[in-house]
């Protein structure tokens, strides 16, 4: 099916969440995961009106980067290795997993603009999830003031993939209110305004939790090789 199609159908249930928990459509962002697509599919994404990509590896964002450039909105969704900092700093708009203090050392040296940030927090305890534990959030977030190059822009999860609607409503229940005790503590460089949680199988419920954010691959542009 056409990614315009897709579009069609996800922001008609992006709607219908919105008017069930109180909100507004033009409150949340679709980010097109286009990992496992080509060249082409994405620019058929950006055809379509989406704004925003997401990558999760540095290969396959510098090989879209290199035919679609600066028109779209960057996201880089994956776990990053340290030593790949340098190769896509400075091509991303926002970086949706920041776990740790070296890696948060690496982007500060590398980047030559502030970069918006997610804190990738682990609220499910799931061993093959990356992110954080919620508890060291607040303390890290802390550490995080002494690097001019990052924000915090948000905070991001992963849901376990599960039918189980209660565990995923825990879980992104669990994310909003650790992002309410990080904008409690008020601090400029840290404002913590999104929420980036909710994938092809659960956005809709994400978004009833309070998702700002949405990534969606399968649903949107499929899984077709990447060339």
């Not at 996800?10 to 697509?37: L, M």
């Not at 002494?146 to 822009?153: K, S």
């Not at 929420?195 to 092809?200: F, T």
Request: hydrophobic share 35%; glycine share 6%; net charge negative.
């Amino acid at each position: 099916m056409r990614v315009i199609e897709n579009l069609k159908h996800i922001r008609s249930n992006i709607e219908d969440a919105c008017k069930r928990s109180g909100r507004s459509p033009e409150e949340v962002t679709i980010i097109a995961v286009t990992k496992y697509v080509s060249v082409e599919r994405a620019q058929e994404a950006v055809d379509a009106g989406i704004l925003h990509l997401g990558e999760n590896r540095d290969e396959g964002l510098l090989n879209k980067w290199d035919h679609l450039g600066d028109k779209p909105t960057w996201h880089y969704i994956g776990s990053m290795q340290t030593r790949k900092v340098k190769n896509v700093i400075d091509k991303i708009h926002y970086l949706h997993s920041l776990d740790r203090l070296s890696l948060a050392k690496e982007v500060d040296k590398r980047a030559n603009h502030k970069v918006k940030c997610f804190v990738q927090v682990n609220v499910s305890g799931e061993e093959s999830k990356h992110g954080m534990e919620p508890e060291t959030v607040l303390d890290f977030i802390k550490e995080l003031q002494q690097f001019e190059h990052i924000q915090v822009e948000g905070l991001m999860t992963m849901a376990p993939y599960t039918d189980d609607e209660a565990e995923l409503r825990r879980c992104f229940r669990k994310l909003r209110t650790l992002q309410q005790e990080v904008q409690q503590l008020h601090l400029d460089y840290a404002p913590c305004r999104e929420l980036s949680m909710g994938m092809s199988n659960d956005y809709q419920i994400a978004i009833e939790e309070g998702a700002t954010i949405v990534r969606i691959g399968t649903a949107l542009v499929g899984e077709e090789s990447e060339v």
